[in-house]
Nanobody
Framework: QVQLVESGGGLVRPGDSLRLSCAFS????????MGWFRQASGKEREFVAA????????SYGDSVKGRFTISRDYQENMAYLQMNSLKSEDSAVYYC??????????????WGQGTQVTVSS
């Protein structure tokens, strides 16, 4: 059974940086694609970033390209989302997701509980 726990959210100012973490528990972390999604209040869930099980592929949503970086640590079974140059429109609940050996920006079987990011002056 895969479990995901996000951490690192908080209140920051526009232009600040924040790093989100996702702790993966379960077998075979190296066989799961890891993704980040976000959902702002009153809006639909939005794809943010994904990294393949091998780490060789990454993908980003248009609104975060050039500002956010996804990474993973196979030793620690962790995924990360480094967020730079944050804007107020980045405010949302951020969710970590995992899927077994697929490359997708939409279909994930496992989800974390989410962590709130608020960007405000």
């Amino acid at each position: 059974q895969v479990q995901l726990v996000e951490s690192g959210g908080g209140l920051v100012r526009p232009g600040d940086s924040l790093r989100l973490s996702c702790a993966f528990s379960g077998p075979s972390f190296n066989k799961y694609t890891m993704g980040w999604f976000r959902q702002a209040s009153g809006k639909e869930r939005e794809f943010v970033a994904a990294i393949s099980w091998s780490g060789s592929l990454t993908s980003y949503g248009d609104s975060v390209k050039g500002r956010f970086t996804i990474s993973r640590d196979y030793q620690e079974n962790m995924a990360y989302l480094q967020m730079n140059s944050l804007k107020s429109e980045d405010s949302a609940v951020y969710y970590c997701a995992a899927d077994y050996m697929t490359w997708s920006m939409t279909q994930y079987n496992y989800w974390g509980q989410g962590t709130q990011v608020t960007v405000s002056s």
